[in-house]
């Protein structure tokens, strides 16, 4: 298949959509109006023992509140002392995630993922989504100048949206990733165009946290 990318002048460069760093901070990135993904690059090694342990459990706990309530929901949910140092980490990404976007209230799904979920190039509906991959591989993202937007626009099949497959970016296993999505409170702004890893074929298996705002945004401009 031939591909066709956009020219770019020899004195032009491409405003990358991207964030990326080790500290906490790089996550207020998102707010950025040509930033669509903010990435917190983290080790994780110390859960290693718990995440393995959530693993063989098979879990897929659902829960929504505000922090003091969705942290109490999975302490209850998960076998007794199982996993303090999950639980105070998720505690923690909520606390970041809160400053982030200034809302109380969450929705928060934390699952053994053995499927290949969204297998295709998509954008969310929604305002911006915190996913952290404990374990397995982690999220596949694309830059602004590796997207065909009429094939995204017309649902067409992965091939035909990616204009270079080489490309294609996807976030560390540990990452902290926040997604923007299209209906993101702020002019000028695009969403974030990604997908789940495919590992359905390998038998593969995910331990993955996501977090949503149950709220609409406070950053109409």
């Not at 207020?28 to 983290?42: G, V």
């Not at 397995?136 to 497959?165: F, Q």
């Not at 299209?182 to 359905?200: F, G, L, W």
């Amino acid at each position: 298949m031939i591909r066709s990318q956009k020219a770019v002048t020899a004195d032009a460069e491409p405003v990358s959509n991207w964030a990326i760093g080790t500290e906490p901070n790089i996550l207020t990135r998102i707010h950025d109006p040509e930033i669509n993904i903010a990435i917190q690059e983290r080790a994780i090694s110390p859960l290693a023992h718990e995440v393995s342990r959530l693993l063989d459990e098979n879990i897929g706990l659902k829960t929504s509140g505000d922090i003091s309530t969705i942290v109490d929901a999975i302490t209850k949910a998960l076998p007794p002392n199982s996993s303090p140092l999950i639980i105070q980490d998720i505690h923690t990404l909520l606390l970041h995630f809160r400053e982030v976007v200034q809302v109380e209230q969450f929705r928060l799904l934390l699952a053994t993922v053995n499927t290949n979920m969204c297998r295709k190039f998509h954008t969310d509906i929604n305002d911006v989504r915190l996913l952290c991959t404990y374990s397995g591989p982690g999220t596949l993202w694309l830059t602004n100048d590796n997207i065909n937007r009429s094939a995204l626009s017309s649902y067409a099949d992965n091939d035909s949206i990616v204009l270079e497959e080489s490309e294609v970016r996807q976030a560390k296993t540990g990452a902290v990733v926040l997604l923007k999505g299209a209906i993101y409170p702020q002019e000028k702004t695009s969403a974030v165009v990604h997908r789940s890893p495919t590992i359905e074929e390998s038998g593969e298996k995910r331990l993955l946290l996501r977090i949503d705002t149950n709220e609409a945004l406070n950053l109409w401009i």
